[in-house]
């Protein structure tokens, strides 16, 4: 009998229902202030567009993405019945909870339905189907496939004879773009003078706890990261490995228009960052790994004043609760948001933007 | 080539299909016959609150809650869009088809979305999420949540930073409400009487098969029973177990308002009992345990004329199948009415029930 | 970073999206050319009935099947919320993507709700429910269950206590009806002349690889190919079992209208076959068996001019991709109509096809 917490948890509930209460609550309303229409001519561009990488994205696309994430966040526009003839499938050949449910929450929101392969790896694979079949079997089945898989290569494969759009939710140690538009539609609510293009008096030190070589979620933030050059003044990768860039991401990085050194340990550093990106699992093509303690975030961390700690999430230790109240912590933030990007993105995807912005939001 | 059975289930499908056609079938008329009007106060304290325990109703709400799931049974108020803006999670930590399948019709049956994470106990926890991160998460891709976990202290993990309410779907060997709140259903059909909170001339006794300290669905099932001290005259515990209360169980039972006795013989027993609730699993924290042979039903056994046998199912063999098609089985039309109190509890949480309920038929 | 491969989907996507660009493509206009409208009366006889075997369905039956899948496949009749009333409910007890899949995507483009039970096998029936009590379980939660089960006679058990109407969704080496649905739709589309149920002047010999006594689609897609006779000279199963028919399908074959042989390699008779039905897995009750080499087919099999292969997919090596771009590849047609034959046999079984079918279309 857990009465004591049934009151507790009415009391919360009972509140108002904001989409954060805990640690650092930047409202969307900036991301609008300066330019609140929408360029409609620039989004057409992801018109039923596969969403494979983050370097889809310039700065004005993700600029025009956040508006519109922001008007869904701040409920400005109405689109909870624009895509209900539309079916989103998402096969998921890696276990994941929390990128499937973010991504149908935001089709359901937006009165569209969902087919979930949850066990993609029990069923089809497992029989020995090879991906273009499963890729091909879409076509019939939905209208748009998000897909996270173990393997790099797996996309490449099940697209092979698709003609619908994938949004790549995952794929191996490769990229997991939507994450990152998460992750900097969260700090583009922190600063909003990043919408801006233009040079900030205030310069960011951002501060990579991880390996981009090895880990999708890392790379996908690096490569938006470098959208920022007049914003950033210099990005630290933090990581226990000798390469932590790997060959793809060097030679990514040599053109890079923003100095990036690498560090070992995070305490080093930790008193520089203005924003820390916090990352729990390497994933390693087989399996997860967790991040020695040179590397681990916690109350005692001498954090920089005014600095914010990202955090894709699902987090282990590495990022300790004590700093869940304290306003260093934009993660609770970054994953409320997340559902609001996906939902911008799939109205765009589906070029059902112009059905539900007013005409005084259009430009 | 199975054309028997198709011709056979063919039959069986155009004919009328009644809620339930096997076994003792009360119908929710008698429910709305003494008081048709809903108190609408009464049912508005449980707006937004989280239903964790059986003990948040009294005899009034449990009645008020019982006459909205008889008119949506009966069909009387028409409630197929009121959630159409609201999804629901399920999280299921622990498997059960049963459980998850009632709450989603029943959200379905209202024009709800639903969330399905069956295989939570998989996913994110597998990686070692924390509890408290993934209630987080639900604040941002859900309306309310469903919880199924083999932890009793799980649900208080999840809510301590969840915004949004929980329904308590099975929490280790602590609680499973809304099974109770199914099982009472039956019984207040079954007898109508109990609807007036007065002294009923006929007194029941009441068994309960199973150990309140160690299995959810029978501890739920008797915090509601306390509540009809004016129509239960005795309350016969049959279990194996030494001290099957354990010391959370006897405390609360030490007030109890009903006499409570134990046995451990349900064939010692069984021709003085009207009620007799079954059980086939024990939960242990971490498995199952099939109840001995001493605690079976069937068609020898020397039931009391007109007495009724419930059942929360998934049974084992400990009540068998030769007692489906006899009067004594009201554990099917128990299992049928489950999705309708359910259906009753989610407009009430939801505050919608006003949305719905035609004037005449508000107090 | 793949956005080589994101251009190239880009492009494909941004082409105009025909239900199947890769292989023969026949389109379903034929199929109504003759005789456009749809006879009700015939149809009628399924309501609320439960499809279990192939036996349920004569040559005009599958002929104004047929039909309606032409007209969902052709976008001529609307159909978008006729079944938003309704729940589907598919419970595969043997894990399957394609056939669930298609079956859940069929019921939410007619805009009905469904419930998944895609780890039954991990749930209830593991914990030792009955598949009985299961069955009894659906009539509440659900108005239509389609079922996949290991177990040719688990439907039997399931239907004991069902009062709605269950669709096989395999059972067993048993049946596998609506893949046979699928099989046909296709041939139909590829020679229309089948619809008019007289003598073809071209008359066709099909070949059949696997073994019908144990493969639930082999036996389904032969029970319907027996309608045919007026069509086809000559059946050939090939296999590699001394007897691949079984007491039970040989039974059901000696009142053959068609002549029945059998050959044990398929190289010795592909030249002379129009149809080759392939099939990937031997079902053998609790496992799976890939068939040996001398079953194979790729490019430089010697197939006749203008002969077609149909595969009810996964498929393993035995159908070599390099058919896939020839114009011998059907089987990604038949892949593609799949869900509109299922989504007319759900609105005959529901008795919803006159409210979407305008009044000069019916017969």
């Known amino acids: ?45 992801l018109t039923y567009r596969s969403i494979l990488s983050a370097d889809l994205f310039d700065t004005e696309m993700l600029r025009e993405l956040a508006k519109v994430a922001a008007y869904l966040q701040l409920k400005k ?31 359901l929101r937006l009165g569209g339905k969902t087919l979930s392969v949850a066990e993609a790896a029990l069923t089809g694979e497992a029989k020995g189907e090879k991906l273009l079949d499963i890729g091909q079997m879409f076509n019939s089945y939905a209208d748009i496939v998000v897909i996270r898989h173990t393997q790099q290569k797996a996309i490449q494969e099940l697209s092979e004879y698709l003609r619908i759009p994938i949004i790549n939710g995952g794929n191996g140690s490769d990229e997991h773009p939507t994450q990152a538009l998460a992750d900097w539609y969260a700090l583009l609510k922190w600063k909003p003078d990043l919408m801006l293009g233009a040079a900030s008096e205030e310069q960011l030190h951002l501060g990579i706890v991880g390996t981009p070589g090895s880990m999708r979620t890392v790379k996908s933030f690096l490569i938006l990261a470098l959208l920022f050059r007049h914003n950033i003044s210099q990005i630290t990768i933090v990581s226990e490995m000798a390469d932590p860039l790997g060959v793809e991401v060097q030679s990514f990085c040599d053109s890079s228009p923003i100095p990036i050194d690498i560090k070992n340990d995070l305490q080093e550093v930790v008193g520089e960052l203005d924003v820390i990106y916090m990352n729990s699992i390497a994933f390693l093509g087989d399996g997860y790994r967790t991040l020695g303690s040179r590397f681990k975030l916690d109350k005692e961390s001498r954090l920089k004043k005014g600095a914010v700690v990202l955090h894709p999430l699902a987090r282990k230790d590495e990022l300790d609760v004590s700093l869940d109240h304290t306003r260093h912590n934009l993660y609770f933030n970054q994953a409320d948001g997340a559902v609001f990007i996906r939902q911008a993105l799939l109205l765009i995807v589906f070029g059902r933007l112009e059905q539900v912005l007013p005409d005084h939001l259009i430009e």
């Open 1 to 45: 009998m857990v009465i004591k917490t049934a009151a507790k948890v009415e009391h919360i509930v009972q509140s108002e229902l904001k989409t954060n209460l805990i640690g650092l609550c930047p409202e969307p309303e900036g991301l609008i202030k300066f330019q609140p229409r929408i360029c409609l001519q620039k989004l057409k561009e």
């Open 77 to 107: 526009i109405s689109a909870d019945k624009v895509l209900n003839d539309k079916i989103m499938a998402t096969a998921f050949f890696e276990a994941s909870t929390r990128t499937r449910l973010s991504f149908e929450s935001a089709m």
